[in-house]
T-cell receptor, first 112, second 113 residues
Framework: QQQVKQSPQSLIVQKGGISIINCAYE??????FPWYQQFPGKGPALLIA?????SEKKEGRFTISFNKSAKQFSLHIMDSQPGDSATYFC???????????FGSGTRLQVQP | DAGVIQSPRHEVTEMGQEVTLRCKPI?????LFWYRQTMMRGLELLIY????????DSGMPEDRFSAKMPNASFSTLKIQPSEPRDSAVYFC???????????FGSGTRLTVV
């Protein structure tokens, strides 16, 4: 059972554009929603995370929007750069930041 | 800090052989996690430890898989006997007790032929 559904599978954005990746979850017990960035040959690295008591969190060019009633959250990358080209994973966990359930990933390509 | 260290980076083995993957967590981290990444199933949690004690191993696919954490600075994931469908990238991660500092290693790419 896929508890966190992620879309799109792949995304091509022009430099300077906005990249948007969406995730939906099923388990209402989830209380922590991080986004991870993974480059080839590397492990996932935490990018930004949010808890369900806020609707938005911004860190630099990265913003998480959270809709608790719809059980959806999204990652927005503003002013996308070629260096942002990577695979992005949303994730969720319950009872603290322990066992993460990951989405299927989105391969982002930012064209110069 | 050197981060989470995994070895080997690559492992090629024949079906039926025993495979041991190793992980050194970040010093001071209380939690250690083993994940598996495949194209078909994505990133899956296999097992995690708290203070060297296994907490949840419900993600371990079969009895062929076992994990140990004999001390705070070392963990192993063993597959015996290995099968071609075990081919994947295996990641180790560690975190502090409150969940902060959640850091992944660079992974071990396992190929079973």
């Amino acid at each position: 059972q896929q508890q966190v559904k992620q879309s799109p599978q792949s995304l091509i954005v022009q430099k300077g554009g906005i990249s948007i990746i969406n995730c939906a979850y099923e388990n209402t017990a989830f209380d922590y929603f991080p986004w991870y960035q993974q480059f080839p040959g590397k492990g996932p690295a935490l990018l930004i995370a949010i808890r369900p008591d806020v609707s938005e969190k911004k860190e630099g060019r990265f913003t998480i929007s959270f809709n608790k009633s719809a059980k959806q959250f999204s990652l927005h990358i503003m002013d996308s750069q070629p260096g942002d080209s990577a695979t992005y994973f949303c994730a969720a966990s319950k009872g603290g930041r322990r066992a993460l359930t990951f989405g299927s990933g989105t391969r982002l390509q930012v064209q110069p | 800090d050197a981060g989470v260290i995994q070895s080997p980076r690559h492992e090629v083995t024949e079906m039926g052989q025993e495979v041991t993957l190793r992980c050194k967590p970040i010093s001071g981290h209380d939690y250690l996690f083993w994940y598996r990444q495949t194209m078909m199933r994505g990133l899956e949690l296999l097992i995690y430890f708290n203070n060297n004690v296994p907490i949840d191993d419900s993600g371990m696919p079969e009895d062929r898989f076992s994990a140990k954490m004999p001390n705070a600075s070392f963990s192993t994931l063993k597959i015996q006997p290995s099968e071609p469908r075990d081919s994947a990238v295996y990641f180790c991660a560690s975190s502090l007790n409150d969940g902060t500092g959640y850091t992944f290693g660079s992974g071990t790419r396992l190929t079973v032929v």
